[in-house]
């Protein structure tokens, strides 16, 4: 028969054991997170429905935070005009340059585009989204990602044009789907606004 002095020597291995391997585990390497991609250029497009000037814009920022003043055009449209708006976002501190709009496109699901500023909220140009999840595969949602959207140019004046990418947004809460960003929650990604001219 085992005495009480052998089972309690065992109990006590099997114990400082166990605290080992609970250890290791406690000292594995954490999953590293989603990082932030970092974004440098926005460029955007304004393709008039009709026929007439394309006018393109940038605002453009590869110092970052903290370093020198983003560089950013003016943006000039023609009164009574329909403009096609389109997006393109970049990582030009990448060699070659890092095309972040297609990741956008990847993860529309988790993306939207926000427009305001002076320019929408004075009346000056009307917004609407132009595109939506299912537009980039595999995605098949109907919510607004807004790498596309309609701009109405209705009263000659002078305003500012704000571009905010949400990252992860609640596309689900009111108003949000129509463009209302109060309840949006999520991450900025970036919020970048353009000075604009009607004329």
């Not at 595999?138 to 919510?143: A, R, S, V």
């Not at 596309?148 to 500012?160: F, L, P, R, V």
């Amino acid at each position: 028969m085992m005495n009480i002095f052998k089972l309690k020597h065992i109990y006590f291995l099997l114990v400082f054991s166990l605290g080992i391997l609970g250890a290791c585990d406690d000292n594995e390497e954490p999953e590293p997170e989603n990082e932030e991609e970092e974004i440098t250029t926005l460029n955007l497009t304004f393709t008039p429905q009709g026929g007439g000037t394309v006018v393109n814009a940038s605002w453009k920022d590869l110092d970052g935070d903290g370093g020198n003043a983003p560089e950013i055009s003016d943006i000039t449209l023609e009164n009574n005009k329909t403009y096609l708006l389109e997006i393109e976002l970049l990582n030009e501190n990448e060699t070659p340059t890092e095309d972040i709009t297609e990741e956008v496109k990847e993860e529309a699901a988790e993306h939207q585009f926000f427009y305001g500023g002076t320019a929408v909220f004075t009346n000056y140009i009307n917004v609407a989204y132009a595109d939506k999840e299912s537009d980039y595969p595999p995605n098949t949602g109907d919510n607004p990602v807004g790498l596309k959207g309609t701009i109405s140019s209705i009263k000659a004046g002078n305003g500012t044009f704000q571009i905010v990418l949400k990252h992860e947004p609640d596309k689900d809460a009111t108003g949000v789907s129509d463009g209302d960003i109060t309840l949006s929650g999520g991450e900025t990604d970036i919020d970048v606004s353009f000075n604009m001219t009607i004329q």
